[in-house]
Nanobody, 126 residues
């Protein structure tokens, strides 16, 4: 049973930083891809960043490129999202997700991700 547990959300001022964590369990994830998505009030869920567990290759949405960094710690089975220079439009519930076909490379559509965490709320005040 795959479990993804996010943590690290909270309230931050514009220009500030937060680091989200996603602890994964229940499988060997070496061939998987992990992603972060977010959903703002009244909007659809959108892709933020993804990483291949095997080689650390990463991909980002244009809206966060240069500000957010996704990384993983293989020993801890944990994926991180470091968010810097945050903006009010980054306010959303952030979800960690797992794609068990990492051999297909990085995929950005939420439909490819079979497992999801419960979400962690991030609020950026102006």
């Amino acid at each position: 049973q795959v479990q993804l547990v996010e943590s690290g959300g909270g309230l931050v001022q514009a220009g500030g930083s937060l680091r989200l964590s996603c602890a994964a369990s229940g499988r060997t994830f070496s061939s998987w891809a992990m992603g972060w998505f977010r959903q703002a009030p009244g909007k659809e869920r959108e892709f933020v960043a993804a990483i291949l567990w095997t080689n650390g290759r990463t991909g980002y949405a244009d809206s966060v490129k240069g500000r957010f960094t996704i990384s993983r710690d293989n020993a801890k089975n944990t994926v991180y999202l470091q968010m810097n220079a945050m903006k009010p439009e980054d306010t959303a519930v952030y979800y960690c997700a797992a794609d068990n076909r990492g051999d297909y490379g990085l995929r950005y559509a939420s439909s490819y991700y079979d497992y999801w965490g419960q979400g962690t709320r991030v609020t950026v005040s102006s």
